[in-house]
Structure formats: C-alpha cells, structure tokens
C-alpha cells in the first residue's frame, strides 16, 4: 500500500478570512487559535480571520498566522486518525511539519516563527533585496546566470520548486542582472511580491538571531521522519532538526528533491494541509502520477474525512 505524507505550506499562501470556519465547526482547531493568541500576547486569531490585508502581509504576522492555520488543520485530521508516514513543509512550512511530528509543540513554534519574521524583516533593509521567479531552464543555466551576475551583489537560487521553476534571491541591482541573462537563455523571469531577500545570505543577521533562539528551544526526536529543507532527506533526531532550521534561513529550499525522495521512499499520496494549493500545484509538476489533495477551509476537510471514511 502507497504511503502518505502531509505537505505544509510557507510564506505567500496566506489570504484574509483563513481558518475562520475551521476554528468556527471544530473545537480542536479553535483550541490552536486560541493558544496561539496566549502564546503571542495579541489577536493573531482576529488577524487570521479578518485582516486587514496589510497587517497579515508584514511577514511577522503571516508567518505566524500561516504556522497556526496549518497546525490547526493538521489537529482537525490528526483527531480523525488521519496520520502520515513522513511531512516535510516549504520554507516556514516546515516548523509546521515539527508540530505534526511531535518535535516542537505548537506555543513554542509559533512564538519563534513570529521572532522569524521579526529578524528576516529586520535583516536587509526594505527595497534593497528582492525575489524572482525563474521559468523553463535547467537548475544549472539559472545558476550560471547568478554566477554571472554577482560583480553587482549578492544572486542566488532561493527555492528549487519543481522542474522548470527556480525562484532567485538577492540585491535588487544583482537579481536585475540575473533576469537578463535568464531571458537571454530563452527563460521567463518575474518578480515576486515579498519584503525581502528571502532564502539568501543577505539573511544571515536573522540567522544568527535565529540560531541563538534555537539553542534554548527544547526539540524532542519526531515520531514519523520530517523532511528539512536543507537536507531533502527525512531525519528524527532533535539535534538534525535544530541544525537544519538554523541553515534553512540563509540555504535554498530544495522543494523538488524533497518531493522526489518522498516519492523513493514509497509516498503515492500528498495532502496539503493549511492555506492556498501551491504546494499541490509543484508536486503534481515533479509527478503527475501523485494523489493530491489539500485542505485549508472546512468543506476540504469534510471532503477528505469523507473519503477516507469511505476506506480510501
């Protein structure tokens, strides 16, 4: 029997009105909001669930915000006995997966991706760095147009998403350079709408920061292997965990080989669980034979309770 792995999204999927009937038809989920709330301090519940658009978009809030509608879903499966055999989360997705795993519980995950935000924010003063999508060439051709374009700044791959998707991370004057050379070589390049340099050594400062935190952060080993970003390979130990989320702030996220080693360790079935279908969208991109599903309001959970209710 083809195994199952829960996929958490990151930064980017976040919308006004997240987990707001999920909170409102499931106890468990509220329960989430609800520690969320105590463990910041503020309404990150309110903010979830009404915006304003603006103040969910500042990375300190979305990441946060993202973390709880993620695990709140997670809980509203996980009490239906709906349980993985491995998780893996993109970027912020991935302190996610931790809860999912047992390594970190939920109030202390959410109080250090608020800090995340907080210092990535901080790390590179705002309009100096940017991100970019990069569209149908090989990892290779994008690399060698960041290698080209260095003589102006930092330029690297940020996310290695899927076949044909790299995203590039860096100084504005150096990411400029590199979408030329992309072009030049035949690829599409479009700029994202985010606050930073995200993925690239321009958040070292926030790494640093980071670092520190995770030292006093009590980790426990997973229950089921979570795939980090850094590594794109499933680990348990605590001691694996804490190193890759302190390298994940600075490295790339190798989304692709991540999907491609779930897929070699016998995973037929993703379900993305918490908000927007990006994730499914990549996966099916490594391999259109993969289930896919995703759930981040009510009626998607009902949908697959249903049909695993009915020996799926």
């Not at 055999?85 to 959410?110: K, M, N, Q, T, W």
């Not at 920061?209 to 089921?224: D, G, K, M, Q």
């Not at 499933?234 to 991540?258: D, F, H, N, P, Y």
């Amino acid at each position: 029997m083809g195994k199952l792995a829960f996929i958490f999204p990151g930064q980017g999927s976040q919308y006004p009105g997240m987990g707001k009937d999920i909170a409102a038809q499931y106890p468990e989920a509220g329960e989430i909001f609800a520690q969320a709330d105590a463990a910041l301090g503020f309404n990150l519940s309110g903010i979830c669930f009404h915006g304003p658009e603006e103040v969910l978009n500042r990375t300190a809030y979305t990441q946060p915000a993202i973390l709880a509608v993620s695990v709140a879903c997670w809980r509203v499966l996980d009490a239906a006995g709906i349980r993985p055999d491995f998780v893996a989360g993109h970027s912020l997705g991935e302190y996610s997966a931790l809860v999912a795993a047992g390594a970190i519980d939920f109030p202390r995950a959410v109080r250090l991706v608020h800090y995340r935000g907080q210092w990535m924010d901080a790390a590179c003063p705002e309009g100096r760095g940017v991100m970019a999508a990069c569209l149908g060439l090989e990892a290779a051709e994008v690399e060698a147009a960041c290698a080209a374009s260095r003589r102006l700044g930092v330029v690297q791959p940020a996310n290695f998403n899927c076949p044909g998707q790299i995203i590039i991370s860096g100084h504005r004057e150096a990411v400029a350079e590199a979408i030329e050379k992309v072009r030049e070589l035949g690829g599409k390049a479009v700029y994202l709408a985010v606050s930073g340099p995200f993925h690239s050594s321009l958040m070292q400062p926030a790494q640093e920061e980071l670092a520190s935190r995770l030292e006093t952060t009590p980790f426990a080993s997973a229950v089921i292997p979570v795939v980090p970003n850094v590594l794109a390979y499933g680990v348990t130990e605590a001691a694996a965990i804490r190193e890759a989320l302190k390298a994940q702030v600075t490295s790339a996220v190798r989304w692709e080989e991540t999907v491609r080693w779930l897929l070699s360790q016998g995973v037929e079935e993703m379900v993305e669980v918490g908000p927007g279908k990006v994730l499914s969208g990549l996966a099916k991109k490594v391999d259109r034979r993969l289930k896919v599903s995703q759930v981040g309001e009510a009626e998607s959970i009902k949908d697959l309770l249903a049909s695993y209710g009915e020996g799926r």
